[in-house]
């Protein structure tokens, strides 16, 4: 054998023991990332179903108040049913859609107790509205930070060379959990 074939074989060895390394610390850091999407998803998932759970005791005191808006209150049924099946399911799309039935609803039922100033002074009425909104805030806070996580982890399995050891290991683009409602956007209006 040559020296030059020795050389060869050597430099051949390292830049293979290189792409082994690299290979490794990218199948690594991909896991690292898809582990903090499910996370973060995770503690989405424990915020929503500890709301689902609140929800419907808020409602059913506002509707002992209100019993002529049936339709607000069948709407927010249909909203919490939908919300939950698609959180059991991990359905991050049919969350998103079924968050934004609930935050066009919510506000409604919130504006609805307004004309009811026994119900505001109800202690029990308003410990679960400021549980509600507490829950609110941390679900708006986590959202973020399951998209910050999704972004990253959607950024690093359609880059170059990465997208080559995300499709060894399968990786799929994860959905973004977005809440669209117009009632985010415009006052509540209600009509009693």
Known sequence: MSEATTIGAIIGGVIFLIMIIWFFSTYNRLIRLRENVNQAWSNIDVLLTQRYEMLPNLVKMVKSY???????????????????????QGDVKGVSQAESMLTGVMPKIFALSESYPELKANENYLKLQDETVSIENQVS????????????????????????????MSAARRDLFEVESAAMRSAVQLDL
Do not use: Y
């Open 66 to 88: 209100a019993t002529h808006e049936k339709e607000l209150f069948e709407k927010f049924a249909a909203a919490r049913q939908m919300a939950a099946g698609a959180l059991q």
């Open 141 to 168: 806070d986590r959202r973020e930070f399951f998209n910050a996580s999704a972004t990253n982890w959607n950024a690093a399995i359609a880059m170059i060379p990465t997208n080559i050891v995300a499709s060894f």
